[in-house]
């Protein structure tokens, strides 16, 4: 039986910064595979020169139960030295996770981010409504 809580899928979310900056938002890919957590983000920079292009990173972590904990390396070579530890709950349902967000000694804040449609779910819809 498939565990309810893996997290492998499409998510959104959206992260806020300590100071008076908006937040920013981000989509990721995520893959479990017995605790371990894979995946990829991309998100708008918000800041310098190349403000509103696209950065990407990989994501590297652990999920026990419905703690989620996963770090965050920007494949940018100006942000490649900063380690984002992010470190959440998992709703009861599965599909959201929310806590703090970390870059040791520099920033922190807050994150959200919701599971897009479970491809299960969908596909059975899809039977559902194929047999009425």
């Known amino acids: 039986m498939a565990d309810p809580l893996d997290v492998t899928g499409s998510w959104d979310g959206i992260f ?41 990173a990989l994501l590297d972590g652990v999920r026990q139960g419905r703690s989620v904990r996963f770090t965050k390396r920007y494949d940018s070579p100006d942000l490649a030295y900063y380690a984002v530890v992010y470190d959440g709950a998992l709703a009861a349902d599965g599909d959201e996770i929310s806590g703090r967000w970390d870059i040791a000694g520099h920033w922190s804040g807050s994150f959200i981010m919701v599971r897009q449609q479970r491809r299960g779910v969908a596909a059975k819809r899809t039977m559902a409504e194929e047999v009425r």
């Open 16 to 56: 806020s910064y300590p100071r008076a900056m908006p937040p920013n938002g981000f989509r990721c890919e995520l893959r479990e595979h017995a605790g371990r957590i894979s995946g990829e983000t991309q998100e708008r920079r918000d800041t310098g020169p190349d403000r509103g292009t696209t950065i990407l």
